[in-house]
T-cell receptor, first 110, second 113 residues
Framework: RKEVEQDPGPFNVPEGATVAFNCTYS??????FFWYRQDCRKEPKLLMS???SGNEDGRFTAQLNRASQYISLLIRDSKLSDSATYLC???????????FGKGTTLSVSS | EAGVTQFPSHSVIEKGQTVTLRCDPI?????LYWYRRVMGKEIKFLLH????????ESGMPNNRFLAERTGGTYSTLKVQPAELEDSGVYFC???????????FGPGTRLTVT
């Protein structure tokens, strides 16, 4: 079983749509959770950390369910500029190294 | 503030040759990480430095890979001899002391032919 699993997509949505990505992780000892964004041929950049209580940053909402080992990202009112690959990331229980999912590709069209 | 920089941006070498990748972290960042993404796979952790010490090298694939961070500043990752399966994008990341966001460099795209 992969340590972090994501639906690779692609998700093709029109501008203004709401889209949700899901992710599961295998190690219950993981303590830190993140969504990173990666544009084509660029480096990953932190989009937001994910907290147990859920958190929101503008149009982006992240949720964590520790019991189900499940993380989600909701994007409301999608923009063309949201087109990218979204990486679900958890920390390695042994330290601060990051464990990445393969990513979910989002394409927003006008 | 300058971000994480990596050199070279691209490298094409033949199987059996040696390549050295360099990473300059953000100034003041004690933590330095190396990751790698091979085609079709997820980004995978290679190793972690705290200043000049290797904190965790559990992700290093084999002894053909040697990482150093002399003086706790920049780091190098040497692959010797390179094999075809070493092709991929090598990312470096850095962070301040503690559980903070890791800032990634633009990566070095390595192609072994």
């Amino acid at each position: 079983r992969k340590e972090v699993e994501q639906d690779p997509g692609p998700f093709n949505v029109p501008e203004g749509a709401t889209v949700a990505f899901n992710c599961t992780y295998s190690n219950s000892a993981s303590q830190s959770f993140f969504w990173y964004r990666q544009d084509c041929r660029k480096e990953p950049k932190l989009l937001m950390s994910v907290y147990s209580s859920g958190n929101e940053d503008g149009r982006f909402t992240a949720q964590l369910n520790r019991a189900s080992q499940y993380i989600s990202l909701l994007i409301r009112d999608s923009k063309l500029s949201d087109s990218a690959t979204y990486l679900c990331v958890v920390n390695a229980p042994s330290g601060t190294a990051l464990i990445f999912g393969k990513g979910t590709t989002l394409s927003v069209s006008s | 503030e300058a971000g994480v920089t990596q050199f070279p941006s691209h490298s094409v070498i033949e199987k059996g040759q040696t390549v050295t990748l360099r990473c300059d972290p953000i100034s003041g960042h004690d933590n330095l990480y190396w990751y790698r993404r091979v085609m079709g796979k997820e980004i995978k952790f290679l190793l972690h430095f705290v200043k000049e010490s290797k904190q965790d090298e559990s992700g290093m694939p084999n002894n053909r890979f040697l990482a150093e961070r002399t003086g706790g500043t920049y780091s190098t990752l040497k692959v010797q001899p390179a094999e075809l399966e070493d092709s991929g994008v090598y990312f470096c990341a850095s962070s301040p002391p503690g559980p903070y966001e890791q800032y990634f460099g633009p990566g070095t795209r390595l192609t072994v032919t």
